[in-house]
């Protein structure tokens, strides 16, 4: 009864290919992120969504497109892979907005060769 | 624009002693959240304890607690007897009325048994 669960756990893939990595969470909360850590272990949010709706979209390249299909999902689609989106990508959710406490999944370590 | 500033990359402690990890942070909000995330080696983000702005009491999970002074915007956590699960890197984090948790630097744990 995992509470965030993230798939796939790693992914290893080559320069220019287009992947997936899919977020669920069972706590019927309203809001959920993605966060990419680089290798200096620094977090930072890239996008959430409140109940499928998009609230926060920070810099990044256009290549990423998150998607929310229902407020248990959210995934991130990344197209034409660089080097530089090695990292780990970690979803978390939350029960509203800012005043709660977010929960986060285990990662996927993404590798592009 | 806020930031959270971990000025310790890595600390020490002996089994069983007390270690505090700082964090300062910068606002000009009044009305903000504050927590301490712990990830082991497993990568998981794990929360160990939060604390809200507008109380005045200091926050508590058992060996856990925080020692929070809003004046000087400074958020340190202080783990009584230490435990060598206790090994990970340690990260405060600040949560605005933006939706946003901003992230400090980190902070490697060791504990020497």
């Known amino acids: 009864d995992t509470a965030v669960s993230q798939t796939p756990k790693y992914l290893v893939t080559q320069m220019g290919n287009d992947k997936s990595i899919k977020c669920e969470q069972n706590?019927?909360?309203?809001?959920m992120y993605w966060y990419k850590q680089d290798s200096k272990k620094f977090l930072k949010i890239m996008f959430s969504y409140n109940n499928k709706e998009l609230i926060i979209n920070e810099t990044v390249p256009n290549r990423f497109s998150p998607k929310s299909p229902d407020k248990a999902h959210l995934n991130l689609h990344i197209n034409s892979l660089e080097l530089g989106d090695s990292a780990v990508y970690f979803c978390?959710?939350?029960?509203?907005?800012?005043?709660?406490?977010?929960?986060f999944g285990p990662g996927t370590r993404l590798l592009v060769l | 624009a806020q930031t959270v500033t971990q000025s310790q990359p890595e600390m020490s402690v002996q089994e069983a002693e007390t270690v505090t990890l700082s964090c300062t942070y910068d606002t000009s909000e009044s009305d903000y959240y504050l927590f301490w995330y712990k990830q082991p080696p497993s990568r998981q983000m794990i929360l160990v304890i939060r604390q809200e702005a507008y109380k005045q009491q200091n926050a508590t999970e058992n060996r856990f607690s925080v020692n929070f002074q809003k004046a000087a915007k400074s958020f340190s956590l202080k783990i009584s007897d230490s435990q060598l699960g206790d090994a990970a890197m340690y990260f405060c984090a600040y949560r605005d009325s933006n939706y946003q948790l901003i992230w400090g630097a980190g902070t490697k744990l060791i504990i020497k048994p």
């Open positions: 706590l019927g909360h309203d809001t």
């Open positions: 978390a959710s939350s029960p509203g907005t800012y005043r709660e406490t977010q929960y």
